[in-house]
């Protein structure tokens, strides 16, 4: 299986990139959020996380290799965690992905319906199954900074995600809860435990 693959971006369109490895070209599929941090790069080298899926119908025998890729590894992680959801499956999260992981992310967290079924292929019905699938594990994916790099990397995932349900446990909204916990990881101190994250959020509060 490749997992990475680094190249001359040779030609991108609105669902795939060529990438020119030696003498051969080969066409990842990009969602949209990918494809926009792409366009300003052909004919500079990438450096793409890669995934790998057979397209057809095996009872015709007609299944195609296909190749996706991603700027990160939280993008990646995340578009897996997507296409996890009844229903959804690879092409349609390809489709779905028009927004920065963060805000999909925070919409799941939040339970936005209305907004996830505003994402290309993702009607209410869909969202309600998104929603129900992925609510509690999109902690570390909806406290991403801007340029789709985990805020909180240096930290446990699983810790971030206690921390953040146990603020929300206490009466903190989602988004307050975010806010609290980025303002304690973004500087760069390692937690060891969920009891440290909250400490240090009840000391800066009290600053």
């Known amino acids: 299986m490749i997992t ?3 190249g001359l971006l040779v030609a991108l369109n609105e669902s795939s990139a060529t990438v020119r490895v030696g003498g051969f070209d080969y066409q990842v599929l990009v969602p949209d959020v990918v494809r926009r941090q792409l366009q300003s790069r052909v ?6 996380r890669t995934m790998e899926f057979l397209e057809g119908n095996p009872q015709q025998g007609r299944l195609v290799p296909r190749m996706i890729g991603f700027t990160s590894e939280a993008e990646q992680s995340f578009f897996e965690h997507f296409c996890s959801v009844d229903g959804v499956g690879v092409r349609k999260a390809l489709r779905a992905m028009v927004r920065p992981v963060r805000e999909i992310a925070v919409a799941v967290e939040e339970q936005d319906v209305k907004g996830l079924s505003a994402l290309p292929g993702i009607g209410p019905a869909m969202a309600e199954r998104i929603v129900a ?13 801007s340029s789709e790099v985990p805020v909180a990397s240096d930290a446990p995932a699983d810790l971030v995600a206690e921390a953040f349900e146990a603020l929300v446990s206490v009466g903190h909204s989602p988004q307050d809860a975010r806010n609290r916990i980025e303002s304690v990881v973004e500087g760069g101190r390692k937690f060891r435990t969920v009891e440290e994250v909250l400490t240090e959020i009840y000391q800066k509060q009290r600053s």
């Open 4 to 6: 990475r693959i680094s």
């Open 43 to 48: 004919n500079e080298e990438i450096v793409l």
């Open 133 to 145: 699938k992925l609510r509690r594990k999109m902690t570390r994916f909806a406290l991403m900074a």
